[in-house]
């Protein structure tokens, strides 16, 4: 079981963005994903989870309507995107596999975005 | 909105035992899961459903959880235990709740 991030993004303010996290050895589509980010030097914080099998979504009241959750169980790929970047988003971001009592089993490598002028 | 405590650092003696705490609103009657994050590396689950551990996780590592507070033991506390650690529930009402994290020192 896997999950590959895409790579490092540096970003100026007001762009977009869409990073993605694809699933290996196990069937994608029957499990959620989460996202987690971790500014620098700072805790891990719950942006959202999205199910692979239908793209249901639950945003952290934190995150909603400043990110867009999505997922594409044909090609085993979640994603993570802004349409409009701000200097506050820098971070590393994660994907997790959420199992049983919903705890994440199985971790990205993470990916760090980059917003800056 | 459920909240979950950690104490900001824990220090062990090597081969002696470690406690890190997580504290939250009778925490005892939910499920608590723990992760272990090293300096530039992804998080990874340690144990699961208070005090399950997944494959590969060395026996020194248990957990406990019952009233107010969720406990990680680390016996025998090894060099390469030294990392910051996550507590993590999920909650009816506010979802995936992640405690502040702790960073243990090995001395």
């Known amino acids: 079981v896997q999950l590959a991030q895409s790579g490092a993004e540096v970003k100026k303010p007001g762009e977009s963005l869409k990073i993605s996290c694809k699933g290996s050895g196990y069937s994608f589509a029957d499990y959620w994903i989460a996202w987690v980010r971790q500014m620098p030097g700072k805790g891990l914080e719950w942006v959202g989870i999205?199910?692979?099998?239908?793209?249901?979504?639950r945003y952290s009241p934190s995150f909603q309507g400043q990110v867009t959750m999505s997922a594409d169980k044909s090609i085993s790929t979640a994603y993570l995107q802004w349409s409009s970047l701000k200097a506050s988003d820098t971070a590393m971001y994660f994907c997790a596999r959420r199992s049983g009592t919903a705890y994440f089993d199985t971790w990205g490598q993470g990916t760090l975005v980059t917003v800056s002028s | 909105s459920y909240e979950l405590t950690q104490p900001l650092s824990v220090s062990v003696a090597l081969g002696l035992t470690a406690r890190i705490t997580c504290g939250g609103n009778n925490i005892g009657g939910k499920n608590v899961h723990w992760y272990q994050q090293r300096p530039g590396q992804a998080p990874v689950l340690v144990m699961f459903d208070n005090s399950k551990r997944p494959s590969g996780i060395p026996e020194r590592f248990s957990g406990s959880n019952s009233g107010n507070t969720a406990t990680l033991t680390i016996s025998g506390a090894q060099a390469g235990d030294e990392a910051d650690y996550y507590c993590?529930?999920?909650?009816?009402?506010?979802?995936?709740?992640f405690g502040g994290g702790t960073k243990l020192t090995v001395l």
């Open positions: 999205v199910y692979a099998g239908d793209s249901d979504t």
């Open positions: 993590h529930l999920w909650d009816s009402n506010t979802d995936v709740v």
